[in-house]
């Protein structure tokens, strides 16, 4: 099934933030990413629809297996896409935002074979 990358980074975010602080609501995602409290409503609503979170009755988030996959695996990209290019000198911001980017775009196998080629510590 293709993702978009808006839902793909919804994903990211999610893990990220309960990797931080062990739990996930809406209002968290908002803050995170900068958006508006309904337009996160609506984008958890998707999610939810399409099998990728779960939402308990306190308002928790919770990703399924697949939305774990999904966020896992942009995650990883991010990552080492971020500590690539400051290896080379790109400053924070930059290589971050630039990561951003280029983790959606990459498929599998150019992926994979970067990370052969180019082993990055801590990632």
């Given at each position: 099934?293709?993702?978009h990358e808006s839902a793909e980074d919804y994903l990211e975010s999610i893990l990220v933030?309960?990797?931080q602080k062990g739990s996930v609501r809406s209002i968290d995602v908002a803050q995170y990413m900068g958006f508006s409290k309904p337009s996160v409503s609506r984008a958890v609503g998707?999610?939810?629809?399409?099998g990728y979170l779960t939402v308990d009755s306190s308002g928790f988030l919770k990703l399924t297996k697949s939305g774990l996959e999904i966020a896992d695996r942009i995650y990883e990209r991010h990552q080492f896409f971020s500590a690539w290019l400051m290896s080379l000198g790109v400053p924070r911001e930059t290589a971050v935002r630039d990561a951003c980017r280029i983790e959606h775009a990459i498929s599998?196998?150019?992926f994979a074979a970067?990370?052969?080629h180019f082993p990055i510590e801590n990632v």
């Open positions: 099934m293709q993702i933030i309960g990797q998707l999610l939810r629809e399409n599998a196998e150019s970067m990370k052969a």
